[in-house]
């Protein structure tokens, strides 16, 4: 039962008196800003701002009843029948209240309710057609803005934000219940679509006018929960210490032929799929290989998966993408160039810069062969010690990657070779998520990170239908 609900003697609120109302409010609405209009132009100091705050705030009430008089006539058209078995309902009653915050303030509005013999509960088909949850008393619309804001920023900001730039009160407590609420939801939308994915692969044309590459990008990066809260000093007297990073696997992939250069240079890709989870590396595969299938994996002539080195990318590729190329990240490999120029010179920048320039324009312009070779000939003379060791182990490194270092041949073909386009989008997260927040749990963080990838994927319209027609920003 609603906590919300309370029968209401038969007051007699009929259409016609609403929509009087709701003609003669406008009437009136429509003079007092004739009157303001006639004021901001007399008035000296103030701007456009000044009259659009006023239409904004005068205009709300008449949008509140509108909005109710919307609610009330829907919920009383609705059958009484079960929303979720589709039988009559029994024991019927009507004009059962319940209040809620929509877009333009709050709303009550009276609805039918009756017990589902089937499903042993009672029902109020009206809510589900307004699209009202159970136990949460905000309009659609309202559960959007709590989830993209929380998405965004600190609720305790989002809460301010939301409350300056639409007038909707919902304190920031409210707030991140509402969008937990939400992020849950589209956890489950997520698994559903996922589903889908990985069921339509199966039927899938495989003819394709212009063959095209895919690529997948992986990195990961680090979150910190409030895991064990108030166990620390217990934690500690057992000689352990509290786990509280941890990390948050993340991808990206796209099109080759959806990659190209802004007019200064830059590579811009114009759709692309991202993938960011706390579900360990068993959600980023299975989340992953969803998304590439929707970006087009099934019709593509091929795959190339870019990391950092990391071990875990490689699994994952061999596990998930068997027949895609490997490449390792360019600078990350130049970092290990530098680590044997340092091992060689020490910290001696002008002797260091002088020997890495001709490698590394090697390393991208010819080969990875010739690379290693000249590193191997640098081990062979050198005496021993630490420095051969450092330098043993940076020859290891290469060695290990050096089907993956096919750089000239990558740009060759106009590929990426480094896995920029993933390490921005993970600086763009972390920016969101390494604040303080209310959000730092394992399900919490993955609630919150399922509506941010929504978002990017331009995939929101999923969650909230009423924005079907909506133009995600670009990323
Ligand atoms: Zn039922």
């Given at each position: 039962m609603?906590?919300t609900?309370?029968?209401?003697?038969?007051?007699?609120?009929?259409?016609?008196?609403?929509?009087?109302?709701?003609?003669?409010?406008?009437?009136?609405?429509?003079?007092?800003?004739?009157?303001?209009?006639?004021?901001?132009?007399?008035?000296?100091?103030?701007?456009?701002?000044?009259?659009?705050?006023?239409?904004?705030?005068?205009?709300?009430?008449?949008?509140?009843?509108?909005?109710?008089?919307?609610?009330?006539?829907?919920?009383?058209?609705?059958?009484?029948?079960?929303?979720?078995?589709?039988?009559?309902?029994?024991?019927?009653?009507?004009?059962?209240r319940?209040?809620?915050?929509?877009?333009?303030?709050?709303?009550?509005?009276?609805?039918?309710?009756?017990?589902?013999?089937?499903?042993?509960?009672?029902?109020?088909?009206?809510?589900?057609?307004?699209?009202?949850?159970?136990?949460a008393?905000?309009?659609?619309?309202?559960?959007?803005?709590?989830?993209?804001?929380?998405?965004?920023?600190?609720?305790?900001?989002?809460?301010?934000?939301?409350e300056?730039?639409?007038?909707?009160?919902l304190?920031?407590?409210?707030?991140?219940?509402?969008?937990r609420?939400?992020?849950?939801?589209?956890?489950?939308?997520?698994?559903?679509?996922?589903?889908?994915?990985?069921?339509?692969?199966?039927?899938?044309?495989?003819?394709?006018?212009?063959?095209?590459?895919?690529?997948?990008?992986?990195?990961?990066?680090?979150?910190r929960?409030?895991?064990?809260?108030g166990?620390?000093?217990?934690?500690?007297?057992?000689?352990?210490?509290?786990?509280?990073?941890?990390?948050?696997?993340?991808?990206?992939?796209?099109?080759?032929?959806?990659?190209?250069?802004?007019?200064?240079?830059?590579?811009?890709?114009?759709?692309?799929?991202?993938?960011?989870?706390?579900?360990?590396?068993?959600?980023?595969?299975?989340?992953?290989?969803?998304?590439?299938?929707?970006?087009g994996?099934?019709?593509?002539?091929?795959?190339l998966?870019?990391?950092?080195?990391?071990?875990?990318?490689?699994?994952?590729?061999?596990?998930?993408?068997?027949?895609?190329?490997?490449?390792?990240?360019?600078?990350?490999?130049?970092?290990?160039?530098?680590?044997?120029?340092?091992?060689?010179?020490?910290?001696?920048?002008?002797?260091?810069?002088?020997?890495?320039?001709?490698?590394?324009?090697?390393?991208?312009?010819?080969?990875?062969?010739?690379?290693?070779?000249?590193l191997?000939?640098?081990?062979?003379?050198?005496?021993?010690?630490?420095?051969?060791?450092?330098?043993?182990?940076?020859?290891?490194?290469?060695?290990?990657?050096?089907?993956?270092?096919?750089?000239?041949?990558?740009?060759?073909?106009?590929?990426?070779?480094?896995?920029?386009?993933?390490?921005?989008?993970?600086?763009?997260?972390?920016?969101r998520?390494?604040?303080?927040?209310?959000?730092?749990?394992?399900?919490?963080?993955?609630?919150?990170?399922?509506?941010?990838?929504?978002?990017?994927?331009?995939?929101?319209?999923?969650?909230?239908?009423?924005?079907?027609?909506?133009?995600?920003?670009?990323?």
């Amino acid at each position: 039962m609603n906590a919300t609900c309370s029968s209401r003697q038969g007051t007699g609120r009929t259409e016609a008196v609403v929509a009087e109302s709701l003609v003669v409010r406008a009437a009136r609405l429509a003079e007092a800003l004739e009157q303001e209009v006639r004021t901001f132009v007399m008035a000296g100091d103030q701007t456009l701002g000044d009259i659009e705050l006023e239409i904004e705030q005068q205009s709300r009430e008449l949008l509140r009843t509108a909005a109710e008089k919307a609610a009330q006539t829907k919920a009383d058209r609705t059958p009484p029948v079960c929303p979720v078995c589709q039988k009559p309902l029994s024991q019927v009653s009507t004009d059962h209240r319940r209040s809620f915050e929509c877009k333009f303030g709050t709303i009550t509005i009276g609805r039918g309710r009756g017990y589902c013999k089937r499903c042993r509960k009672w029902r109020f088909p009206a809510d589900t057609v307004l699209g009202l949850e159970d136990s949460a008393g905000y309009s659609p619309r309202v559960q959007e803005m709590a989830a993209l804001l929380a998405s965004k920023m600190p609720v305790g900001e989002a809460s301010a934000v939301l409350e300056h730039l639409t007038g909707v009160q919902l304190p920031p407590a409210t707030l991140d219940r509402e969008a937990r609420r939400q992020g849950k939801r589209a956890q489950q939308v997520r698994r559903q679509a996922d589903e889908q994915a990985c069921q339509a692969k199966a039927v899938q044309s495989e003819l394709v006018l212009e063959p095209y590459q895919m690529i997948i990008q992986l990195d990961a990066w680090n979150i910190r929960e409030r895991d064990q809260w108030g166990q620390t000093g217990q934690l500690r007297r057992k000689g352990q210490e509290p786990q509280r990073w941890h990390w948050v696997y993340t991808g990206t992939c796209f099109r080759l032929d959806q990659r190209g250069k802004t007019a200064g240079g830059r590579p811009l890709i114009s759709q692309r799929g991202f993938v960011a989870t706390r579900e360990g590396m068993d959600g980023l595969r299975e989340q992953l290989y969803a998304e590439a299938l929707r970006r087009g994996l099934g019709q593509a002539a091929g795959v190339l998966v870019i990391g950092d080195g990391a071990l875990w990318i490689w699994r994952l590729a061999d596990d998930r993408f068997k027949e895609a190329r490997q490449r390792l990240d360019f600078y990350h490999a130049v970092q290990h160039l530098a680590a044997v120029g340092r091992a060689l010179y020490g910290e001696d920048p002008a002797k260091l810069q002088s020997w890495l320039r001709p490698l590394v324009q090697q390393l991208k312009n010819q080969s990875a062969v010739q690379v290693v070779e000249k590193l191997e000939d640098i081990l062979a003379h050198l005496p021993g010690g630490a420095t051969a060791q450092a330098v043993q182990k940076e020859v290891d490194y290469f060695h290990e990657h050096q089907d993956r270092m096919d750089y000239r041949a990558g740009r060759r073909r106009g590929e990426p070779i480094g896995s920029g386009a993933v390490e921005s989008t993970c600086r763009q997260n972390q920016c969101r998520f390494k604040r303080p927040g209310q959000f730092w749990s394992r399900a919490g963080d993955e609630a919150l990170l399922c509506l941010e990838t929504f978002w990017r994927n331009g995939r929101w319209h999923l969650l909230f239908p009423h924005h079907r027609r909506f133009d995600p920003s670009k990323n």
